[in-house]
């Protein structure tokens, strides 16, 4: 467009050079510069934008590959201690079934596991014997509530 203006044979020029027409021309041309003004304004914080955005895409990278690693860190360390904890649990089940093997031998060397079976078999022949007494009561029960209904 600035071509033009120098440029004495196109219409513009002709227009321009009238006296009233100048005045016309002026408020234009004070717009064309506001707008290339704004324009470059514009332009500007465009620019500023993208570098903005291109350093938080920069700064946010960053951070998600610290916290990857320190996540994988932590998984690793879980791993570990887990897997303390089971061989830990399976030698304290190991330990335990050796003391119970140990007591139950202990017991048997002593005699009082042939015992303990008897007393085993007495209780069992108690608790039967309870209940035996148990269910003539209910039958009796059952009877007197029929004959109440």
């Known amino acids: 467009m600035a071509d033009q203006t120098t440029d004495s044979t196109s219409p513009s020029a002709l227009v321009s050079a009238s006296s009233p027409k100048k005045e016309n021309s002026n ?3 004070s717009k064309l510069t506001e707008l290339s003004e704004s324009r470059a304004e514009l332009l500007n914080r465009i620019q500023n ?3 903005d955005l291109q350093s938080w895409r920069g700064k ?3 951070q998600v590959q610290v916290y990857r690693e320190e996540l994988s860190g932590l998984k690793k360390t ?3 201690e887990v897997e303390q ?3 830990e649990f399976k030698d304290l089940k ?3 079934n050796q003391q119970q093997d140990d007591v139950s031998a202990s017991l048997k060397s002593l005699g009082l596991q042939e ?3 008897d007393s085993e078999g007495q209780m069992d022949k108690k608790s039967e014997a309870k209940e035996e007494k148990v269910e003539p009561l209910l039958i009796d029960e059952n009877a007197k509530e029929a ?3």
């Open 27 to 29: 408020p234009v041309d």
């Open 60 to 62: 946010l990278d960053t």
């Open 49 to 51: 934008l993208k570098q």
């Open 147 to 149: 004959e109440h209904h």
């Open 78 to 80: 879980l791993n570990l």
């Open 85 to 87: 904890l089971r061989e």
């Open 115 to 117: 015992n303990s079976k």
């Open 94 to 96: 190991t330990t335990l």
